[in-house]
């Protein structure tokens, strides 16, 4: 079985890459445009899968295009597909996103589909049990909630990629063990004013395992419930951001997997989100483990 295994949003994404963001009500032609899988968990078990440890989807599909395509980039990258149920009739969750170049930003519009919501089956459930880490996202709310009380109570690490403000959110806040926020989370869900304050607020409130803030291009911070500890992003020439935070959560998990501290950790997914932005696309451009070592090394870290 896999080592991690992921609940979450699995999405069928439109890139278009443009120059500058069009003025509204006018026409722009865009440089490139490419179909790619997105989502935080989804492409996260891809970063894993990378990086060298087992991954496996538990999700819900539709039969339609971007279903067939998502299942077959999966299969593409490796992730495992046999937790997957395929239901015919309905709508893919599809976003479309603009990747601006002045800026280094992008922007995403999207549409959650009507697949009905996951409901664990037995084979869902034993995978869960079997697994050393369970990687959600705040999607699918109530299947993830029901497999991270499943992860506790069979010692899978539960490590949620906090980015939505979704309903809910306390309730699997309080089942995770490996919490990374973004800072426009960790500062909206707890009110704090300074990710430092909301990473303690967030420690104090749930008692995970270790809080780790996201600042994006600022690096960010980690606290284990006695310092705050920050790490640094690393040099890398950005061709495409999208997708990046979804990357970094896959390479934390890969990195538990493997056995670092949590600082160690930090480190390694900010070298692999870093190199991931220097291509296009989220999923194709994640490096692999040695890409990463030799990367680290050469600005300074080893691992």
């Known amino acids: 079985m896999a080592k991690i295994v992921g609940i979450g949003a699995n999405v069928f994404d439109t890139l278009y890459n443009i120059p500058t963001y069009p003025t509204e009500d006018t026409k722009m032609r865009a440089t490139a445009s490419k179909t790619a899988g997105g989502g935080p968990v989804s492409t996260g078990l891809v970063a894993a899968k990378k990086l060298g440890e ?8 539709s039969d339609d295009n971007g279903g067939k395509f998502l299942k077959q980039d ?18 893919s969750f599809v976003s479309v996103l603009w990747l601006c170049a002045d800026t280094t930003t992008r922007t995403c519009v999207f549409d959650k ?27 699918e709310m109530d299947a993830a909630v ?3 009380k499943i992860a506790k109570e069979n010692g899978t690490k539960v490590l949620y990629d906090c980015g939505g403000l979704y309903e809910g959110v306390e309730r699997l806040l309080a089942l995770t063990d490996i919490m990374i926020p973004s800072e426009e989370f960790s500062l909206g869900h707890t009110g704090c004013k300074t990710a ?25 911070i980690m606290y284990d419930g ?32 493997k056995g670092y501290d949590y600082h160690k950790c930090c480190h390694f997914s900010s ?9 296009l696309g989220a999923r194709e451009s994640v490096p692999d483990f040695e890409t990463t070592k030799k990367y680290l090394k050469e600005n300074g870290y080893e691992l």
């Open 54 to 61: 087992d991954a496996a989807y538990i999700g819900v599909l």
């Open 74 to 91: 999966f299969e593409k990258y490796g992730v495992g597909t046999d937790l997957i149920e395929i239901k015919s009739g309905y709508r």
């Open 113 to 139: 589909g009507d697949l009905p919501p996951l409901t664990l089956n037995d084979a869902q459930k034993r995978a869960i049990c079997d697994a050393e880490i369970l990687m959600v996202d705040g999607n």
């Open 146 to 148: 029901e497999g991270a």
């Open 196 to 220: 430092e304050e909301a990473a303690k607020k967030l420690y104090e409130t749930y008692a995970p395992e270790i809080v780790v803030i996201t600042k994006g291009k600022r690096g960010g």
């Open 226 to 257: 006695k310092e705050i500890t920050a790490y640094p992003i690393y040099p890398a020439v950005v061709v495409d951001s999208n997708g990046s935070g979804d990357v970094f959560h896959g390479a934390f998990a890969a990195a538990v997997a």
């Open 271 to 279: 070298a692999v989100s870093g190199l991931k932005c220097t291509g």
